[in-house]
């Protein structure tokens, strides 16, 4: 797991982070180990379970499977980009299981 830097320290008096900056630090770090070495499907190759009340089809989607570090018998979690747009269609399970 790559580390973050260290902050510079501040010259004269001891100031901290903001929580804004604590925020954007905690979900970048989230993020990199959640998506660093991604699976990424087309959507048309992959069987998914999703129902939504959208028009798209999965030949219409982009499939990022996050890395969750568990090996358990679940679904998969998934972010679905459209890949006309670029626009994040779902975000959650894919109802994958078994």
Not at 3 to 9: E, G, L, T
Not at 50 to 57: L, M, P, R
Request: aromatic share 8%; glycine share 10%.
């Amino acid at each position: 797991m790559k580390r973050s830097k260290p902050a510079k320290p501040f010259k004269g008096k001891t100031r901290f982070i903001t929580r804004a900056e604590a925020r954007r630090r905690a979900a970048r770090h989230v993020l990199n180990r959640m998506f660093k070495g991604a699976t990424v499907r087309d959507g048309a190759k992959v069987r998914l379970g999703i129902y939504t009340q959208s028009n798209w089809t999965g030949k219409d989607v982009w499939v990022v499977y996050k890395n969750d570090g568990e090996n358990a018998l679940k679904s998969s979690e998934v972010v679905l980009v459209c890949k006309r747009t670029g626009r994040v269609l779902y975000a959650g399970s894919a109802c994958d299981e078994g």
